[in-house]
């Protein structure tokens, strides 16, 4: 038998090692970091959910065009979005991810439909990844209605437009601006033949924000468009595309909506309670911050707190409660999501001011009838 020289039995041994080494890097590799594929959704109505929390909808509704998102961990992308529509009609669709219950389908675990005076806080934040060839706008969807359904359309739609791109303008007509999460926008009123329609235009595109629902909920119900004893049913941040739309993302998306815990008490019921009243004060002018702490074993709901401005005293403004009359003996009543006052807890608010004269602090806190001690 012919032997294998010595020197090509060795090459051959180092090959074998290395190809030994290479499969078990190859293994490791496939073992501690898998590839991740995004789940591609074609279907008109195609949906699936993320984060086992939220669910992302492709939600063609206006067109026979081909429309397909990419989903990921964390959002989803527009891969394809063909055809148009006219810029003085509706868009073609509505791809998004939401948190709530949108015709029939809610999203995993979710706590909603909920009523807006039981709401403590909506804690939400999105990222959006924008195009320049298409015309659409990036709009963050709050849906609340009088009964808690979870079907269909509900009563009012509030919008926010964090982007615009093209031709493209709100349903409606302009009302004026609003201040709402510390930015200026442009307001529209107006319905759609199937609801009304609460819209909040941004001057310029905004990428990224945190800020909560209940601000523009709050919105809502002081221009009588909702009341305190309606129902949030979702909230949904996506895009309504017009003209294409492929490349357009929603990078992340989150949505906490947290209530007050125990048994809600009936409107107006007294509670034990301590008033904390912070002025900062300026020739002729002042704020002050007011914090409204229940001691009582129960929550109270529906509170007001009755106190008496001292003489040359008036108030111009206020946030978080509204504030009636602007001097004199005066009222402070809470917003749609400051209703509720939890055992042991405390709601604050403030207004702006001007005095003549010295300044001096109010007298006489009363919360739902029953004296206030204070801090």
């Not at 086992?52 to 429309?67: D, E, K």
């Not at 269909?152 to 303008?169: A, D, H, L, S, Y």
């Not at 042991?344 to 007298?363: C, D, I, L, M």
Request: hydrophobic share 35%; with cysteine; proline share 7%.
């Amino acid at each position: 038998m012919r032997s294998t020289p010595r020197h090509l039995r060795t090459a051959r041994h180092l090959l074998a090692a290395l190809l030994t080494t290479l499969a078990s890097v190859a293994a490791l590799l496939t073992t501690t970091a898998p590839a991740h594929a995004d789940t591609t959704i074609c279907e008109q109505y195609g949906a699936t959910t993320i984060q086992n929390r939220y669910v992302v909808q492709n939600n063609r509704w206006g067109t026979s065009a081909t429309q397909c998102i990419g989903v990921g961990d964390s959002g989803f992308r527009l891969t394809q979005a063909d055809g148009s529509v006219p810029t003085n009609g509706a868009p073609k669709s509505y791809p998004s991810v939401f948190n709530g219950c949108h015709y029939t389908r809610c999203s995993p675990g979710t706590n909603l439909p909920v009523r807006i005076d039981t709401v403590s806080t909506a804690p939400s934040s999105i990222s959006y990844g924008y195009v320049n060839d298409a015309v659409y706008n990036a709009s963050y969807d709050i849906w609340l209605d009088p009964t808690p359904r979870t079907d269909g359309v509900n009563q009012t739609e509030i919008m926010i437009w964090f982007n615009r791109v093209g031709p493209i303008q709100p349903i409606g007509s302009p009302v004026g601006t609003a201040t709402v999460g510390g930015r200026t926008w442009e307001v529209w009123s107006g319905s759609n033949g199937g609801n009304d329609v609460l819209s909040f235009v941004a001057p310029s595109a905004i990428g990224s924000w945190s800020f909560d629902v209940m601000d523009f909920v709050d919105q809502a119900v002081a221009r009588g468009l909702a009341r305190p004893d309606w129902y949030l049913t979702s909230v949904q941040a996506g895009f309504e595309p017009w003209q294409g739309g492929a490349g357009l993302a929603v990078n992340s998306f989150s949505s906490t909506v947290s209530t007050g815990g125990g048994t809600p008490g009936g409107p107006g019921q007294p509670a034990a309670c301590t008033v904390s009243y912070t002025p900062e004060v300026w020739p002729g002018g002042f704020t002050a911050n007011v914090t409204v702490g229940n001691d009582g074993p129960a929550p109270v709901d529906g509170w007001q707190l009755d106190f008496t401005q001292p003489a040359g005293q008036r108030i111009t403004s206020a946030w978080n409660a509204t504030v009636t009359p602007d001097s004199g003996t005066v009222t402070a009543r809470p917003l749609a999501h400051t209703q509720r006052i939890a055992a042991g807890g405390s709601q604050s608010f403030g207004f702006q001011g001007t005095y003549t004269g010295t300044f001096a602090e109010p007298s006489g806190f009363t919360l739902n009838g029953t004296a206030c001690a204070t801090a």
